[in-house]
């Protein structure tokens, strides 16, 4: 018997996503003659049954498509609204999986994807995961698709942004998506020359940051480039949020409005910091400052070519793996190939950036601040 296989994509979108699932899908069908079926809007298609059959007509011209033909939500299996409440979805999800009679799940997402991938494979189903995110912060792959386009978009930003703040003489500062990983603000931070690029793995201190954009104006440029990362804090942020989770934790008994964890208190901090970064570099400089904040335009539109490349060498590879039977494992990029690492040995991990990495070496020799 031909083996089935379900396929569906999950979390944020990111370009590439249509050119991996269509490499999945070619190989699948034409290549290994086995059947294939879509799941809607991710976990959340899956637990509701809501399918999309996939045949060689509307696997075709999908290639260079930006977003997912599938949907996708951020909805998990074993917390997810439903009717008002949040609920545990794994039986209705495994059911649904027993029901397509599928032999292999295919989930293309980042983190979170592969945190639930994990959920399914300790039921006893067998999932197979592909490494998608701009964000670049999977763990156990060299690349995610998504990473490459975002890239580009993000430093032609930079390279525009330049312009008008050179004729204008001021500081821009440009907001790059990336919670918890600064490899995309990293990037285009080097691949568009920002003069500082602020990163979650590097706690910034904004004296410095005007430091450097004060030597820059010395030195006969009086406009600066900050390429930010959406995670990256100061420190004095930092010591704001260590002291607001202690004065939390003793006011959580009288019932005040104080934040009680980490998260609540960077929360507090997160919205605006982009916009209080570039005032308070207008006060230390005495240079004019605004904000761009890239925001979803990095996530949307045509894969690059790279990406295109990436998606369908981890599409064509998870066919390899299915026809092969072998399950439970993200295709990750090593080298100049491909390879199937065990879910559990990378779920709930992320790839932030190491300070010794060479990407920060170089922005450093070329005279880039990070604001440390
Ligand atoms: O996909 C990862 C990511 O792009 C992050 O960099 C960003 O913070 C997040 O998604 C925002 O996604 P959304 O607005 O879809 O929740």
């Not at 899956?46 to 951020?74: A, F, K």
């Not at 949020?241 to 104080?258: H, M």
């Not at 295109?308 to 066919?319: D, E, I, V, Y």
Request: overall charge positive; some cysteine; proline content about 3%.
């Amino acid at each position: 018997m031909n083996k089935s296989v379900g396929i569906l994509t999950a979390g944020g979108d990111s370009p590439g996503l249509n050119a991996a699932i269509r490499g999945v899908g070619k190989a699948v069908l034409g290549y290994y003659d086995m059947n294939i079926v879509g799941f809607r809007d991710g976990f959340r298609g899956l637990m509701e049954n809501r399918t999309m059959p996939l045949d060689r007509s509307n696997l075709s011209g999908i290639l260079t498509i930006g977003g997912t033909i599938l949907g996708t939500s951020r909805d998990k299996p074993h917390k997810m609204p439903v009717g008002g409440k949040m609920l545990n979805m794994l039986d209705a999800i495994a059911d649904n999986y027993h029901a397509n009679h599928l032999d292999c799940l295919v989930c293309l997402g980042g983190g979170g994807t592969l945190k639930n991938a994990l959920r399914l494979k300790q039921m006893g189903l067998n999932v197979i995961t592909l490494p998608k995110t701009i964000d670049n912060d999977v763990a156990g792959t060299d690349s995610t698709f998504g990473f490459d386009t975002a890239l580009g978009i993000a430093t032609e930003a930079i390279d525009r942004l330049h312009s008008t703040a050179h004729s204008h003489h001021r500081i821009i500062v440009v907001e790059i998506m990336g919670h918890s990983a600064g490899w995309l603000t990293l990037g285009a931070g080097i691949a568009g020359g920002a003069d500082v690029v602020l990163i979650p793995e590097i706690p910034y201190d904004v004296e410095s940051v005007a430091d450097a954009i004060r030597a820059r104006a010395r030195g006969g440029s009086p406009f600066s480039i900050v390429a930010m990362a959406e995670g990256a804090m100061s420190k004095q942020d930092l010591a704001t949020i260590a002291a607001a989770k202690a004065n939390g934790k003793k006011s959580a008994n009288r019932g005040q409005d104080k934040p009680k964890t980490d998260d609540e208190a960077a929360e507090l901090l997160y919205a605006d910091r982009t916009l209080r970064l570039a005032k308070r570099l207008e006060v230390l400089t005495g240079l004019e400052a605004r904000v761009t904040i890239l925001g979803h335009v990095q996530r949307g539109g045509a894969p690059s070519a790279g990406d295109r490349l990436l998606a369908t060498r981890l599409g064509t590879a998870c066919a390899d793996l299915i026809a092969k039977g072998t399950y439970g494992v993200m295709v990750a990029t090593k080298g100049g190939g491909t390879t199937p690492v065990k879910i559990e040995d990378v779920a709930g991990k992320v790839k932030t950036v190491p300070h010794n990495h060479s990407w920060i070496g170089s922005a450093r020799r070329v005279g880039t601040n990070f604001g440390d």
